[in-house]
T-cell receptor, first 113, second 113 residues
C-alpha cells in the first residue's frame, strides 16, 4: 500500500512569513495526526483529526498555527506568521483507529531564518 | 501530564552484541506503547506495538516488554548489526478518542562494524 505522502520535503522561510504543509494519508485511514519534532526531541502532537473533525488540538499554538482536513482525506497545516522557534520537522501520520498503530510520512523540514 | 523518559540518550556498541534500550512513563493508565525507529532525515518506522493488556511483542531480532504497573518498557535487540544504527523512540498512547502519542526523546544507537 502507498505510504503517507507529505510535501514539500524542505522549506526555508524568513520569520513573519507564512508557510503551508500538505499531507495525504493512507487510503481508508480515518485518523490523521500532525506532529512537530524539534531537533533532539521526540515528536509532539499538534492536532488529531477523525475524518474531517478535530479530536485534539490542545497543543496547537492557535494564534499562529491552523490546520484543516477537507473531505476527511488530505490535510494542510499552516503557520502564519512564522517564528524562529518553529524551525522543526513537521510529521504527518495516519491510522485506521485507536490502538491500530501509526504510519508516519517522511516529514517536512522547516527552517525559519 | 504523561512524561516519557528514555535511557540511555546515546549508545555505541560493537556489532554482534545484544543490547537493551529503556523507556519509562509517569502515568500507568496507558492504552498502548510503541517503539519506533527513525533514520536521519526520514520519518518514523513502527517496530513493535504493545497493547496495555500484553506483556511483550516480538519481531525478528527485536523483543519489547511492557510492565504497566511500574511504568517501564524495554526494547531488546539481539545480535546487533550496523544496519540497526538509528534513533529509537518510545511512545505511549492514552487511548479513547484523543489517542495521540507522547514520545520520549529517543536513544541514538550506533553499531560499530
Amino acid at each position: 500500500e502507498a505510504g503517507v505522502a507529505q510535501s514539500p520535503r524542505y522549506k526555508i522561510i524568513e520569520k513573519r512569513q507564512s508557510v503551508a504543509f500538505w499531507c495525504n494519508p493512507i487510503s481508508g485511514h480515518a485518523t490523521l495526526y500532525w506532529y512537530q519534532q524539534i531537533l533532539g526531541q521526540g515528536p509532539k502532537l499538534l492536532i488529531q483529526f477523525q475524518n474531517n473533525g478535530v479530536v485534539d488540538d490542545s497543543q496547537l499554538p492557535k494564534d499562529r498555527f491552523s490546520a484543516e482536513r477537507l473531505k476527511g482525506v488530505d490535510s494542510t497545516l499552516k503557520i502564519q506568521p512564522a517564528k524562529l522557534e518553529d524551525s522543526a520537522v513537521y510529521l504527518c501520520a495516519s491510522s485506521l483507529g485507536t490502538g491500530r498503530g501509526y504510519t508516519f510520512g517522511s516529514g517536512t523540514r522547516l527552517t525559519v531564518v | 501530564k504523561q512524561e516519557v523518559t528514555q535511557i540511555p540518550a546515546a549508545l555505541s556498541v560493537p556489532e554482534g552484541e545484544n543490547l537493551v534500550l529503556n523507556c519509562s512513563f509517569t502515568d500507568s493508565a496507558i492504552y498502548n506503547l510503541q517503539w519506533f525507529r527513525q533514520d536521519p532525515g526520514k520519518g518514523l518506522t513502527s517496530l513493535l506495538l504493545i497493547q496495555s493488556s500484553q506483556r511483550e511483542q516480538t519481531s525478528g531480532r527485536l523483543n519489547a516488554s511492557l510492565d504497566k504497573s511500574s511504568g517501564r518498557s524495554t526494547l531488546y535487540i539481539a545480535a546487533s548489526q550496523p544496519g540497526d544504527s538509528a534513533t529509537y523512540l518510545c511512545a505511549v498512547g492514552s487511548g479513547g478518542g484523543a489517542d495521540g502519542l507522547t514520545f520520549g526523546k529517543g536513544t541514538h544507537l550506533i553499531i560499530q562494524p
